[in-house]
């Protein structure tokens, strides 16, 4: 069982930055994709960004392409979302989620249901 646990959400101003942090239980994490997702109120849950299982390749939405960088620390079983120039429409509760498929080499990271486990969510509220 992988344990995944968020910290860094909080509440910013319009093109302000906030990181996310996201630290696995254990080492397996290194075998697999890691991504975030995030679900405003009433909205389904959508795809961000998710970064390879060795950290080669990573992939975002349209929505946050050139604002947001996701990254890993393999060693330290943890990942990062680097989000800049906030928009209000970036709030959300955001999740860090590990890929079921170890050493998986493809380029399709968007789809939810191949994602096994996930953490408790962190609060991300812009303000405009």
């Known amino acids: 069982q992988v344990h995944l646990v968020e910290s860094g959400g909080g509440l910013v101003q319009a093109g302000g930055s906030l990181r996310l942090s996201c630290v696995a239980s254990?080492?397996?994490?290194?075998?697999?994709?890691m991504g975030w997702f995030r679900q405003a109120p009433g909205k389904e849950r959508e795809f961000v960004a998710a970064?390879?299982?060795?950290?080669?390749?990573?992939y975002y939405a349209d929505s946050v392409k050139g604002r947001f960088t996701i990254s890993r620390d393999n060693h330290k079983n943890t990942e990062v979302l680097q989000m800049n120039s906030l928009k209000p429409e970036d709030t959300a509760l955001y999740f860090c989620?590990?890929?079921?498929?170890?050493?998986?080499?493809?380029?399709?990271?968007?789809?939810?249901?191949?994602?096994?486990?996930w953490g408790q969510g962190t609060q991300v509220t812009v303000s405009s």
């Open positions: 989620a590990a890929d079921r498929r170890r050493y998986y080499s493809g380029s399709d990271y968007a789809d939810i249901s191949d994602y096994e486990y």
């Open positions: 970064i390879s299982w060795n950290g080669y390749s990573t």
């Open positions: 254990i080492s397996t994490f290194r075998t697999n994709a």
